[in-house]
């Protein structure tokens, strides 16, 4: 599953060669906004709306194309922050917890169905923080290096990752940080 680009995803030259890079906003989205999320290039890639009238927080991945990817949806009434992601066609497609104790830096685990957990670590208000998808494989970095626009900070794929599951893990993790 998150070896896979996701339908509708852009690939520039630079991108065929190694990671793709996406531009986010911070805070992304009010409940009821939309945003854009951009590629290295400045072209529209995914579309994030900010469903309105909710109980929950929900914020919906979508594809150029508007068609719906994931679902990210707070979970109410847990011990530990936690956030889910679901597929557009149901079912979970990763769960996001902030860990109990990390005294020198955030961590956070993203249980995928059927596959090892990944884990986030760094500095993640400050956005300065890489994903790995198991134990071996760099899945992301998340940084505010690659653009100098104030609010906004790049999040890197590295090749064979589902961009969407990443932006949407990216997503969830903003907004659970800064609630």
């Not at 679902?71 to 956030?83: H, N």
């Amino acid at each position: 599953m998150m070896r896979r680009r996701a339908e509708g995803g852009p690939q520039s030259r630079e991108e065929a060669a190694g990671a793709h890079r996406y531009k986010m906003r911070e805070k992304l989205v009010s409940i009821g906004d939309d945003f854009w999320i951009e590629d290295a290039a400045g072209e529209r890639a995914f579309k994030v709306d900010g469903k309105a009238l909710r109980v929950r927080n929900t914020l919906v991945i979508q594809n150029r194309e508007g068609q719906d990817l994931y679902k990210i949806q707070e979970r109410m009434l847990r011990i530990k922050d936690t956030m889910e992601i679901e597929k557009s066609e149901g079912g979970t497609a990763a769960t996001i917890k902030k860990a109990l104790i990390a005294p020198l830096r955030d961590r956070w685990t993203v249980s995928i169905p059927g596959e090892e957990d990944w884990e986030v670590q760094g500095n993640i208000l400050d956005h300065e923080y890489h994903i790995d998808a198991g134990r071996r494989d760099r899945g992301a970095e998340v940084s505010k290096k690659w653009f100098r626009i104030r609010d906004t900070y790049g999040v890197e794929v590295e090749p064979g990752h589902d961009d969407a599951l990443v932006l949407a893990i990216a997503a969830a993790i903003d907004q659970m940080s800064h609630d």
